[in-house]
């Protein structure tokens, strides 16, 4: 607990170090946002361009910003669905200036405004500024998820996956939406390692909004989270490009001359191979991970707009291991473990995203969407991989044989072999559509899905301990495990939503209600679900603004291919639809303190979880005992602060208490801990610039999550009482930039072809903590079995040096 305590102090001691020299050698600007009418709008950006200096609007419409002195700068105020504007400014040193603005909405997107006021006041949506993730130091080269891992409620031990847990829930309770899009990640992937690229390209994205629980009726059937991402349709020129040690990236959008064709294309490469040699095994890694990506839309008149988007990737990851060294233990209880490799795995994973819009606007007031899309993926994963291994006990920590061999505990070989293939197809035709009445916005839409799955796997493991197979047996030698599946699946799914969402005039502000209900019907099951959710915020005029809200409902989750194959490869033809009744209160507090904006937002939350399915992870893969049923519950409260610790940039501090346990029907052993159940989180992140040098920036995550629980695989889950270490991790990046809005920072001639351009060096893993995704089990003489970690990434220098045109 001493560590523990020591570690937090030392990564909060590191952020706000930057911030201790900080002096008042800026400007103040302030003023208050209106639209074309005179009404104060909420929730608008306010930021300096290509800079990280930002804030937003509160409820009144007022905003505070300070700005850098004595040089010109650009100030951008900007929300969907309004025209940006921008105001050029060079101010004196403590100047307090105030600047009123009023936006135009524009014409073409009234609608979209009109849902976005209204789910940021009723809703639990949170908005992220996409301009986060080019700036924050993440090996997941600035994806979305790297800056969702930030906020409370979303737990995540494993620098190298994309993938979360949110509020108790498993990697595959979250959803993901592009341009309104279902998002599907690869079925085999099994490591962090194999993963690769995040499906968002975040050089393509506009906006950002991420709901941990108590989301709306249109959002999808799972049962944790939504991350809604909306790509950009440009209107004017831009492109971009970033290099760096772990990989490259480069996009382009623009609008055609009669402002009726845009373009948005991004590509990226991606490879792990310098960090992957940070890994205790040791041996050729060569992962290859490339992906296309494009949204493309057509105004065919005022009224109908047509839109594409389509992506690819290719996945390829190759490892010839040679050999591994593990400590593990206590103090007086060192072991070590010595493997040597032959062998080798090869995995290739190909996924198509393709989807075509059609939009009809009938009137100002009402919008109508037609989608078809298709969505397929080709996966293999195939090794080979013997290991040979020497298990013995060292000297105690700092002793003169810490390294040595006190006694051999075990010796023996492991023989792993796979050849696992998929293929899998989802198509679908979709229609939703919005009409606003009044004070009432209206939303409805209905979906077809039809699944195609080709599922071949055949793996087994053979394992002698001390010359003796295992399991043993005096009359054949057997496999240590063995699983084996040939199916296809074929099935279809129907679902639909309604769901209103209207505002009720107090003498205190205004209350906001949203009410919805949403049905699925899937053919293998032969089931239908009925969601009714409803939710209610309630928003103050009093200086201090408070938003207090609480939502209520139902939530299903029915299965997909995933959940009804077990551990063996068994395909369970009697599944159960699992399902949670879910309460969500909470409140945020705006206020101001030191002349800077700040908001508290806090969440208390309680799950009732019904037939659930029982799994285990395998460590970034999840496997479902589909043959088993569970009840459970999950309850916790989320803190999150957000502001200006640092003049003119957002950071924000987030901390999480959750308790999480189900228990197994008929088993005899009552609650155990779920497999996500890690109780506390506290991270970061913080950015930071030397005073009046605003082009010299620091940006910095931090993480401290406790473990989650563990057990021997393919064993019963009430075995699982082990707590795989607690993730402790700090990123830190330092960026110069060159050029800032057309103005070159340098006396570099030909730097002045570029709109922006920076060089950073990120630092990853800082503290070089040796966190564990998960454990290997080595049995000893006595067939006794020893649980040796599997550590991540260690630390590691990056040089990344980015571009914009």
Not at 157 to 173: A, H, K, P
Not at 278 to 289: A, D, Q, R
Not at 342 to 352: A, V
Not at 556 to 563: G, I
Request: proline share 4%; hydrophobic share 35%; aromatic share 14%.
């Amino acid at each position: 607990m001493k560590k523990v305590f020591q570690f937090f102090l030392l990564f909060i001691g590191i952020a706000f170090s930057f911030s201790a020299v900080a002096q008042n050698s800026n400007a103040t600007l302030f003023g208050v946002v209106t639209d074309d009418k005179g009404k104060v709008i909420d929730m608008i950006n306010v930021s300096l361009k290509n800079y990280p200096f930002g804030t937003s609007t509160n409820p009144d419409g007022e905003y505070l910003l300070r700005i850098p002195s004595g040089r010109d700068i650009t100030v951008v105020f900007s929300s969907i669905g309004y025209e940006m504007v921008e105001k050029p400014m060079n101010v004196e040193s403590e100047a307090s200036i105030e600047l009123n603005v009023q936006l135009t909405p524009k014409s073409e997107q009234i609608d979209e405004v009109v849902i976005s006021q209204q789910r940021q006041s009723s809703g639990n949506i949170v908005r992220i500024n996409p301009r986060s993730t080019s700036v924050m130091p993440d090996v997941g080269m600035g994806s979305v998820e790297g800056i969702i891992k930030t906020l409370p409620g979303v737990n995540a031990s494993n620098e190298l996956s994309s993938q979360y847990s949110v509020r108790g829930g498993s990697f595959d309770e979250n959803l993901v939406y592009v341009n309104g899009i279902e998002v599907y990640r690869p079925y085999l992937i099994r490591s962090g390692q194999q993963e690769g690229l995040s499906f968002v390209n975040s050089d393509m994205v506009s906006s950002i909004e991420f709901s941990a629980g108590g989301f709306e009726a249109k959002y999808g059937d799972k049962m944790s989270s939504v991350l809604d991402i909306k790509y950009n349709r440009p209107s004017a020129f831009s492109a971009s490009a970033d290099v760096s040690l772990l990989g490259a990236r480069a996009h382009v959008e623009n609008i055609s001359k009669n402002k009726r064709f845009t373009y948005n294309v991004g590509a990226r490469y991606k490879t792990f191979s310098y960090l992957l040699g940070t890994l205790e095994e040791k041996g050729e890694y060569s992962p290859t991970f490339v992906d296309l990506q494009g949204y493309f839309t057509y105004a065919l008149s005022d009224k109908w707009d047509l839109g594409f988007l389509g992506t690819g990737s290719y996945n390829n990851y190759q490892f010839v291991p040679e050999s591994r060294r593990s400590k593990s233990g206590i103090f007086n209880d060192q072991q070590s473990l010595e493997v040597y490799y032959d062998g080798q795995e090869i995995d290739r994973y190909q996924t198509y995203t393709g989807a075509l819009f059609v939009d009809f606007k009938p009137s100002k007031y009402a919008q109508l969407r037609f989608t078809a899309s298709a969505y397929s993926t080709s996966e293999a994963e195939t090794y080979d991989i013997i290991g040979y291994y020497l298990f013995n006990e060292v000297g105690n920590e700092g002793t003169e044989d810490q390294t040595d061999s006190i006694m051999n505990l075990g010796i023996g070989t492991y023989h792993e072999h796979g050849r696992n293939y998929m293929t899998a197809t989802v198509a679908g035709f979709e229609h939703r559509g919005n009409v606003k009445a009044g004070n009432h916005f209206l939303q409805w839409g209905v979906n077809f899905k039809y699944e195609m799955v080709h599922d071949q796997m055949k793996e087994w493991e053979m394992r002698d301990s001390a010359g003796y197979s295992l399991p043993y047996s005096d009359t054949e030698t057997a496999v240590y495990y063995l699983a084996k599946t040939d199916y296809d699946h074929e099935q279809q799914r129907y679902t639909a939503f309604l769901q209103d969402t209207w505002s009720v005039p107090t003498g205190i502000g205004f209350l906001v209600f949203n009410a919805g209900v949403r049905s699925h019907y899937w053919t293998y099951t032969d089931h239908l679900t009925i969601s009714p959710r409803f939710s209610a915020s309630l928003r103050t005029g009093l200086k201090n603004n408070i938003i207090a809200r609480m939502s209520f409902g139902w939530y299903h989750q029915p299965p997909f291919y995933r959940e009804i194959k077990d551990l063996y490869g068994n395909i369970n033809p009697d599944i159960q639809t699992p399902r949670s009744i879910q309460v969500v209160a909470g409140a945020d507090y705006s206020f101001m303190s030191w002349g800077r904006p700040f908001r508290l937002t806090a969440d208390a939350y309680y799950k009732s979880l019904k037939d659930l399915i029982p799994y285990q992870y395998e460590n970034v893969r999840v496997r479902y005992l589909s043959n088993e049923i569970s009840d459970g519950y999950a309850y916790g409260i989320d803190l999150k602060l957000n502001g200006e610790f640092v003049s003119g940039t957002q950071s924000w501090m987030s901390l999480s208490l959750m308790d999480t346990k189900e228990d197994i029907v008929g088993d005899g052993h009552g609650y155990i801990p779920r497999p996500s159940d890690q109780r506390f989180k506290f991270s970061m992140f913080f950015q930071d610039y030397l005073p009046g040098l605003p082009a010299y920036q620091m940006h910095l995550t931090g993480h401290f999550i406790t473990g989650m629980p563990f057990g021997m695989p393919r064993t019963p889950r009430y075995t699982h009482t082990g707590r795989i270490e607690s993730y402790k991790r700090v990123d830190i990046g330092f960026m110069r930039s060159l050029v800032s809005n057309g103005k070159n920072l340098t006396n570099w001639a030909f730097l002045n072809k570029f709109n922006e351009c920076s060089v950073s060096i990120e630092v990853f893993n800082i503290l070089d903590v040796q966190n564990v995704s998960s454990y290997t089990f080595i049995a000893d003489y006595e067939k006794n079995y020893h649980a040796v970690p599997n550590r991540l990434t260690g630390r590691l220098f990056n040089l990344k040096i980015s571009a914009g045109f």
